[in-house]
């Protein structure tokens, strides 16, 4: 047996008995530490380790054997081994601390070899004794989380389980073998979730694809018979602003009151709902629903330039690849003229390309916003009541309303469909968010521009022409390069981060639905 180190305190209210008993233990080569009496060795016990206590019967105010059954009776203490000295050598004094959990008994006029033995005995047994508590701890804690992998939602990294892990022994062969069929069983959760959320958001991305999509169909139905674009407007702002009042009632989610919010609320009002709006309608009365659509998502290739040009975003070879393809998809529209789109001027084009203008310039309104917990729903509440208090008193004064008989007797429906589709469209894009992330729901835009098309074919029996079809190509590969990864980062440390909002995601809005 190797000599074991080890912290030992010694309790005599002798004071020659306890140096003299201090001196011999350290002589051994341990650590030592004396008191004068019980309650003394009963605090020192508490508030240190010890390996070993070397423990005085006749004390004053506590003897040995109350101490002793004091640590005996403490789950915390008794594990220490107990060594009683005594000047006493009756073999009733031994028998009694024996029955007490004294571990051995020594007389006070000790052989300094039988000392050594017994000390180093009793550290002996203290080391094993550690062990084993420490091995069935390690025992515990594996099967606690046996528990945890039961459960849902666990991972493998946070279970703790590395230091068992490295044992050599049996012990920790099971724990790395638990560790590894855990792992595989996380991976194949996470698939699994992975799976089902990208089935599920597959789902809400085509579901926001049909209901935005719509909105540039309907916009030409209700202006083809030369309707006034302000009070088109006026009328799907008002509604959209009652049904999303609506929405915050149901869920107790109200826009904020301050100043600032009720500024930022008329800002965004302005630049997202009121000003788009109008040319929405205004250019749906001569550019194709199909042709909407498309331009409505070169909202990201805007803001792409607007935020580069602000310092906003570090300018690369792929991004300007990709907005050239932009530039492309509107030169591809542009140049057919009537012929192939449909549309009678050119001019048109650019106007209809104010829309996702409007759009970008809101992003980077919300961008430069300081970031704070803001409810999406509530916000967009605000900004949607904001929009429609403004263009009131402009259509009014401009003699642009459109009264509800005019409006209900002609295309009614179709004012209903935009104001509830803006609405669900914009509830349900939180949802999207919040399920998928706003890098996933980013691409809501490839979904709209296929539903704009779709609902044009099917709705205004608009057709697909080669022209069009390249445009399409040229949109959607410079999507793709201006676009940001979820784990984009910036290409040199001294440009400053991209906010996903100014990266062309606004809240997961890419575009921004139109009517919203």
């Known amino acids: 047996m190797g000599k074991q180190q080890g912290r030992v305190l010694v309790v005599d209210d002798h004071k020659p008995n306890r ?9 051994l080569g341990h650590e030592v530490e004396t008191v004068e009496g019980g309650k003394q060795c009963l605090e020192a016990l508490r508030r240190e380790r010890f390996d070993i206590v070397l423990l005085d019967i006749l004390m004053p105010e506590m003897d040995g054997f109350q101490v002793l059954g004091e640590i005996k009776a403490d789950p915390a203490l008794r594990d ?78 946070r279970l703790g389980l590395d230091d068992i892990a490295a044992r050599d022994d049996r012990l920790g062969n099971l724990a790395r073998v638990f560790l590894e069929m855990a792992g595989e069983v996380y991976r194949r959760e996470q698939n699994l979730r992975m799976q089902i959320s990208l089935l599920k958001g597959g789902m809400l991305l085509m579901l926001l694809g049909a209901s935005w999509g719509l909105i ?3 916009s030409r139905i ?72 498309i331009i409505l998502a070169a909202e990201s290739f805007i803001v792409f330039v607007l935020a580069a040009s602000m310092g906003l975003e570090a300018p ?22 009537s012929e192939v789109t449909g549309v009678d001027n050119w001019v048109w084009i650019l106007v209809a390309l ?28 605000g900004i949607t009541i904001a929009a429609a208090l403004i263009l009131a008193p402009v259509t009014l004064a401009t003699g642009s309303f459109i009264s509800v008989d005019e409006a209900l007797a002609g295309y009614g429906w179709a004012f ?48 697909m022409t080669l022209w069009i079809w390249a445009a399409l190509a040229c949109l959607i590969s410079g999507l793709v390069l201006v676009m940001p990864k979820q784990d984009e ?13 100014v990266a062309g995601v606004a809240d997961g809005r890419q575009p921004t639905a139109p009517g919203a």
């Open 80 to 157: 220490i081994p107990v060594i009683v000295i005594s000047s006493l050598d009756e073999t009733d004094d031994a028998v009694r601390a024996i029955e007490l959990g004294a571990d051995d008994f020594l007389t006070k006029s000790f052989n300094p070899v039988l000392l050594k033995a017994r000390v180093g005995a009793g550290l002996e047994r203290k080391r094993l004794r550690d062990t084993e508590l420490e091995y069935l701890h390690q025992v515990d804690r594996l099967a606690a989380a046996s528990g945890i992998v039961e459960g849902k939602g666990f991972d493998p990294a």
């Open 222 to 293: 209700i202006m083809v018979d030369g309707l006034n674009p302000l009070g088109v407007a006026f009328w799907t702002l008002g509604l959209s602003a009652t049904l999303m009042i609506g929405a915050s009632v149901l869920t107790g989610r109200y826009p904020s009151r301050g100043a600032e919010e009720v500024k930022r609320y008329l800002i965004l009002g302005l630049v997202g709902g009121v000003l788009p709006q109008i040319f929405l309608f205004w250019v749906a009365a001569s550019v194709p629903a199909m042709i909407i659509a």
């Open 19 to 27: 140096m003299k008993l201090a001196l011999a233990v350290r002589n």
């Open 489 to 501: 980062t910036t290409e040199a440390g001294s440009q400053r981060p991209m906010p996903d909002k």
């Open 216 to 218: 540039p169909s309907l």
């Open 354 to 381: 104010a829309v996702p203008f409007c759009y970008a310039i809101e992003d980077i309104v919300i961008a430069a916003l300081p970031e704070r917990d803001v409810d999406i729903l509530g916000a967009a509440t």
């Open 416 to 463: 209903l469909m935009i104001a509830g589709l803006s609405a669900f469209a914009t509830v349900l894009l939180v949802y999207t968010i919040r399920t998928t992330g706003a890098v996933f729901a980013s691409q809501a835009g490839y979904a709209m521009t296929a539903g704009g098309i779709l609902w044009s074919v099917l709705l205004l029996d608009e057709q």
């Open 316 to 337: 690369s070879l792929k991004r300007f690849v990709g907005l050239s393809l932009g530039l492309g998809c509107v030169v591809l529209i542009m140049v057919p003229g």
